[in-house]
C-alpha cells in the first residue's frame, strides 16, 4: 500500500511564501506524474500544477509566474514553491501521483490527505 505524506502547509500573509512537500512512502514501480490540487471550501477541487517523469510541467493559469513545481526523481518527491500567495490561494492542497502499475500500460493514482494553506489579507 502506498502513502503520499504531504508537509509545508500553514498560514501565512497575503504576498508571503509557503513550500509543500510530498514523497510517498511503501513500495511502488515508478511514477509517472506527481502534482498538486486544491480544493477550497465550496469549490470543485482543481488541479494547481503537476510535473511527469521527463520534467514536463502544467499550471492553472491563476498561478503562473507564482508557483513553481518541481521533482526530486531520486527520491521520488515533488516540490511546490508558492510566492506572492494571495488571500484567493486558500484551500487544502492535495498531493497526487499516478503510478505505473505490474501489468503493461497499467496505471493507478493516490492522493493524499491534504495540508491547508491559509493565506490571510
Known amino acids: 500500500q502506498v502513502q503520499l505524506v504531504e508537509s509545508g502547509g500553514g498560514l501565512v500573509q497575503a504576498g508571503g511564501s509557503l513550500r509543500l512537500r510530498c514523497a510517498p512512502s511503501g513500495r511502488f514501480l515508478s511514477i509517472v506524474t506527481m502534482g498538486w490540487y486544491r480544493q477550497a471550501p465550496g469549490k470543485q477541487r482543481e488541479l494547481v500544477a503537476d510535473?511527469?517523469?521527463?520534467?514536463?510541467?502544467t499550471y492553472v493559469d491563476s498561478v503562473k509566474g507564482r508557483f513553481t513545481i518541481s521533482r526530486d526523481n531520486a527520491k521520488n518527491t515533488v516540490f511546490l514553491q508558492m510566492n506572492s500567495l494571495k488571500p484567493d490561494d486558500t484551500a487544502t492542497f492535495y498531493c497526487?501521483?499516478?503510478?505505473?502499475?505490474?501489468?503493461?500500460?497499467?496505471?493507478?493514482?493516490?492522493w493524499g490527505q491534504g495540508t491547508q494553506v491559509t493565506v490571510s489579507s
Open positions: 510535473i511527469t517523469d521527463d520534467g514536463t510541467t
Open positions: 497526487n501521483a499516478r503510478f505505473r502499475g505490474s501489468r503493461p500500460g497499467s496505471e493507478y493514482t493516490y
